[in-house]
């Protein structure tokens, strides 16, 4: 089991930054990617972003040159740094583990961080 917990959610004022944290404990294996989904109301859960342990990283289109992601693979955190937000970037944000080895694969969710954007 791995457990994954998010802070740093809010509300901020359209064009204002916010960064979120995500810590995992437990049995986090090598190989892990770590990442963020969104899911705004009467939405799917969309790709925010994602990076390996070994710092390859993958964005959703939207956020493209906004958000970047980040981890410290000492402390098992993973971080997103929200910039330049929109109104369209409301929504709840989780956490996400990802672990695959051949037909092994492990995958947990935070428990989500509500992001609100708006003056």
């Known amino acids: 089991q791995v457990q994954l917990v998010e802070s740093g959610g809010g509300l901020v004022q359209p064009g204002g930054s916010l960064r979120l944290s995500c810590a995992a404990s437990?049995?986090?294996?090598?190989?892990?990617?770590l990442g963020w989904y969104r899911q705004a109301p009467g939405k799917q859960r969309d790709l925010v972003a994602t990076?390996?342990?070994?710092?390859?990283?993958n964005y959703g289109d939207s956020v493209k040159g906004r958000f970047t992601i980040s981890r410290d693979n000492a402390k098992n955190t993973v971080y997103l740094q929200m910039n330049s937000l929109k109104p369209e970037d409301t929504a709840v944000y989780y956490c996400?583990?990802?672990?695959?080895?051949?037909?092994?694969?492990?995958?947990?969710w935070g428990q989500g961080t509500q992001v609100t954007v708006s003056s």
């Open positions: 990076i390996s342990s070994y710092g390859t990283t």
């Open positions: 996400n583990y990802l672990w695959i080895l051949g037909a092994q694969r492990r995958e947990y």
């Open positions: 437990g049995s986090i294996f090598r190989g892990n990617i």
